[in-house]
């Protein structure tokens, strides 16, 4: 019987009272974190020696925290008025202090990206695993709590609860435990905040050991604003958007590319003329086997993160293909055999002549017909009549007079039970969540949040992902790739964790899997280090995510290196062409002296032009014609915050580059240019107390 408690604390009395030995307490990633609960537990555990606790979780998120004075002044409004109470995890902020008491540990298997690196307690802790493998690893870690955040719906015995967020693994997390006979407290807190989730994410209470409806669970949800999108990012988003195909999947991640790619499409469907101008621009071998037409059937969202560009997508009209939970119902769309939508005689037939279903109808056919809306809801099987409205129909589907009866007066109107988008969680800006919120129940209706290990795997119901799962692009990200077509996604040479493997190998491994299905794997041509600028793609690396055998199409600003199938050698050029240029001569040189590109190679002079400049002088037009913004799905951040972000930006890396550092001071002076008013104001730099604030206001006037 599920006990309902109306404070949190009697809530964690509950858990230390239930659970005698070690508590390991396994909580979902992201924002399904029931944030006051955990806090009052863990500051419970922590003072109290003799007890100990083990927190088994993934993106832990945390409010920015400012590092300077300036900083501060800068970050403090925008933090009060974006994240508004949201509470921050208190073993989170302790992590990353590295002043977690002895007797809790953290173990997380995906981390907020970058923040941990040189953190040793973080990284000593991190789990190195597959997402699917995640309720596996709980397990094995001895998992006696799990607790969530969860939306409700109605009051008392009406009451509906919604996983929201991360029906990811919680399902799996609990079949797997109570299923191997061990001990399971499971724990939600009503949080009323949550986009409340239809489908698949939503449960009875009974779900639940314990439901928390203390007022004090609802908070502020995480929402990070969306950042800005640079010339590079929708470089790569163009030539990704162009192996979209129409009537197919897409699965894409969180951040600008993920931007960069929904407004892409955006701009395919409703600028068709203006996109192949651009993609034209940026492809000197031509538009060749891309993708450029208008989406007439739509695509389906699959993706273990549903994002802001996924939502900007169904509002568009591109996120439209309906996908249903029948297999063989499934394949006849696919076959174009029945129509995807309304539901018509030939309907019927393909189903009988498919054996779907049989004559005369019996009740799980009837069930069947009725749940996808073939035949009207109102429909009975009475003996060897099927009636509706007190008329009875003849139930034998081979007789065409009867056939006919049944088809005229008993079919539905339009296909029930379709899904355009499944996910596994989401995260975004406050205005996402504001839109679950207040979607119409219709609308809402089409979306599934469900179980990671049915979006993320193939395996268990496997034809019927395969029938909904038609020319998928599963499209990721990378840090680094080797000439050879290895990539590394989740952690450095050094083996420093900078987020996690999460689900990537497992959309690759479906990639290849699936006989219609494309990976695109995405990735800056050059990033920032300590050493100056570098390139993303070398000879070889320390680390490896995906090896070079699962390769298949890599994507820089620079353009598409499609590796499938093709020889070393092939590979390399593929891959060179796609570099910057700066770096493209030593990688010749590397991938000569290792045997792997003949002595005669040189490097086509079309490819000879790969800098960031030619780029945005490609693109500052279309971004001047307002087909890519900045913010194309809008931001939190006001136009004062966008100029001093950036300011900031240059500042923080002319600091940690002396020489640049020293010329922009040198620039700053002789300038002789103050910083306005209303930045001072906003940067507590209105009064200079010193060289050093004189010197920060010349500098950012500089540089705003």
Known sequence: ??????????????????????????????????????????????????????????????????????????????????FGDYPDLEYAVDLRNQALPPNIEVREFFMKTADY??????????????YTFVARDMLLQGINVIAQAVAVQGE?????????????????????????????????????????????????????????????????????????????DYAIGLHASSFVADGGTLQI???????????SLIVRE?????????????????????????????????????????????????????????????QLINEQKIPAAAVTARTLQALLESGRIRSPLRDKDLAFLKRFGILREGVTLEGNALVFEGRRYANDLNDPAHFASVAHDLLGARLKGGIYMTGGFFLGPNDFYE???????????????????????????????????????????????????????????????????????????????????????????????????TSSIVWKYGNIT????????????????????????????RLIAIADSRFQDELVREAKAHGKLEASYEIPPQ???????????????????????????????????????????KLKHASEHPTELLSLAFKAFIEGKDLAPNYQKRLGLEEVHGIKDLLLRKLLAGNL
């Open 607 to 649: 490819y000879r032009q790969n800098l960031p400049e030619v780029i945005a002088q490609k693109l500052a037009p279309w971004q001047e014609a307002g087909l890519l913004p900045p913010f194309p799905f809008g931001t939190d951040l006001t136009p004062e915050e966008i100029a001093l972000v950036t300011a900031l930006k």
């Open 156 to 232: 008392s015995d009406s009451m509906r609860l919604s996983l929201s967020s991360n029906p990811d693994v919680t399902f799996e997390v609990i079949e797997k435990v109570r299923g191997a006979g061990r001990p399971l407290l499971a724990v939600g807190v009503i949080n009323r905040k949550m986009p409340f989730m239809p489908n698949g994410a939503e449960v009875a209470p009974e779900f639940f050991d314990v439901v928390v409806t203390d007022p004090a669970g609802t908070h502020t949800l995480f929402g990070p604003p969306n950042n800005r999108v640079g010339f590079a």
């Open 1 to 82: 019987m599920t006990l309902m408690i109306d404070s949190i604390e009697a809530a964690v009395d509950h858990v230390l009272d239930t659970v005698k030995g070690d508590i390991v307490l396994g909580i979902p990633l992201g924002i399904g974190k029931p944030n006051p609960f955990v806090n009052a537990l863990y500051r419970r555990v922590k003072a109290n020696p003799r007890r100990r606790m083990r927190i088994i979780t993934a993106l832990s998120l945390i409010k920015p925290a400012p590092k300077s004075d300036l900083e501060r002044a800068f970050l403090q409004p925008l933090v009060e008025r974006v």
């Open 546 to 573: 995906i090896p070079r055998h699962l390769r298949d199409i890599f994507i820089t600003e620079y353009g598409v290196a499609d590796l499938r199938g093709q020889p070393d050698s092939e590979v390399v050029k």
């Open 117 to 130: 690196i040189g953190n040793d307690l973080a990284q000593q802790s991190h789990i190195s695993t597959n």
């Open 253 to 263: 991640g969180i951040g600008s590319l993920g931007d960069a790619i929904a407004q």
């Open 270 to 330: 409703r600028h068709a003329a203006e996109y192949r101008s651009i993609l034209e621009s940026l492809c000197p071998d031509g538009l060749d086997g891309r993708e450029l037409g208008r989406f007439e059937e739509g695509i389906y969202g699959c993706s273990e993160m549903f994002v802001n560009g996924f939502l900007k997508l169904i509002e568009a009209g591109i996120v439209r293909r309906e996908v249903f939970a029948d297999t063989r119902l499934q």
């Open 435 to 533: 839109r679950l919120r207040t979607m119409p129940p219709q609308e809402l209706a089409k979306i599934d949040m469900t179980r990671i290990d049915f979006i993320n795997s193939l395996d268990g119901q496997s034809e019927l992902k395969r029938a909904q799962r038609s020319k998928a692009r599963f499209m990721n990200t990378t840090m680094i790739v080797t000439l050879l077509g290895a990539a590394a996604s989740d952690a450095l040479e050094s083996g420093q964790v900078v987020s996690g493997v999460g689900g990537q190998y497992n959309f690759v491994a479906m990639a290849h899997a699936l006989p219609d299905a494309r990976l695109l794997m995405m990735l800056r041509a050059t990033h920032e280090t300590k050493d100056g600028l």
